[in-house]
């Protein structure tokens, strides 16, 4: 089992940047080493849609085309924490974000890939 707890949403203006955390904890010391991390968002009226992605091993990362460029998954397997840097903020990226834990096959993962979820921190972002 693996409990995710994301932090750093709250509220910015466009232009700007915000940097997400999300801590794990499971059983053992290093529990994100066994699984590929992601971030997904929804927003108000919408289906959650993948964002970031980074492999657990080679640390390969994948985007959402929306935010290439923009956004930065890291992770920390010492330290149990994955991170999304968030920069030149639009107000389309408003959204609760969520961290995601997942052992599917290199790629863009689906909703119904994710093992773990986090329960979400809200971005908004004001024009």
């Known amino acids: 089992q693996v409990q995710l707890v994301e932090s750093g949403g709250g509220l910015v203006q466009a232009g700007g940047s915000l940097r997400l955390s999300c801590a794990a904890s499971g059983r053992t010391t290093s529990t994100i080493s066994r699984y590929n991390m992601d971030w997904f968002r929804q927003a108000p009226g919408k289906e959650r849609e993948f964002v970031a992605r980074i492999i657990r091993i080679g640390g390969l990362t994948i985007y959402a085309d929306s935010v290439k460029g923009r956004f930065t998954i890291v992770r920390d397997n010492a330290k149990n924490l994955v991170y999304l840097q968030m920069n030149s903020l639009k107000p389309e990226d408003t959204a609760v974000y969520y961290c995601?834990?997942?052992?599917?096959?290199?790629?863009?993962?689906?909703?119904?890939?994710?093992?773990?979820w986090g329960k979400g921190t809200l971005v908004t972002v004001s024009s």
């Open positions: 995601a834990a997942d052992l599917s096959p290199a790629g863009t993962p689906r909703s119904q890939d994710i093992n773990y």
